[in-house]
C-alpha cells in the first residue's frame, strides 16, 4: 500500500473528509470516462492497454472509493500515450 492510499484510508475515518474523497473520486471518475470516450475506446480495450480488467474499469468510471491511487495514474498514462 503506497503512503497516499495509507493517507486515503486513514482520512476517510472523517465522514467530512470522506465525503469530500467521494466528490475527488467521482471527478476523477467522469474526467476518465470522458477521455475514453473523446478517444474511441471501449472499457475492455482501455482496460487491455492498461493491464487491468474490465470490471477494474467499470469501478473506477463508477466513482468507487476503493480504487488505488497508482490504478488512477496507470489508467490516466496509458489515455495520455493513446
Same mark, same amino acid.
Given at each position: ?10 482520512v476517510r475515518?472523517?465522514? *467530512?473528509?470522506?465525503?469530500?474523497? %467521494? ?16 478517444? @474511441? ?9 492498461? @493491464?487491468?480488467?474490465?470490471? *477494474?474499469?467499470?469501478?473506477?468510471? @463508477?466513482? %468507487?472509493? @476503493? ?16
Amino acid at each position: 500500500m503506497s503512503n497516499l492510499d495509507f493517507l486515503k484510508q486513514e482520512v476517510r475515518k472523517n465522514a *467530512t473528509v470522506a465525503e469530500y474523497f %467521494d466528490g475527488v473520486s467521482l471527478k476523477m471518475a467522469q474526467e476518465i470516462l470522458n477521455i475514453r470516450l473523446k478517444k @474511441g475506446l471501449s472499457q475492455t480495450q482501455l482496460a487491455g492497454l492498461a @493491464g487491468f480488467t474490465q470490471k *477494474t474499469i467499470s469501478r473506477i468510471e @463508477g466513482g %468507487d472509493p @476503493g480504487v488505488k491511487m497508482e490504478t488512477y495514474e496507470k489508467v490516466l498514462m496509458v489515455l495520455n500515450e493513446n
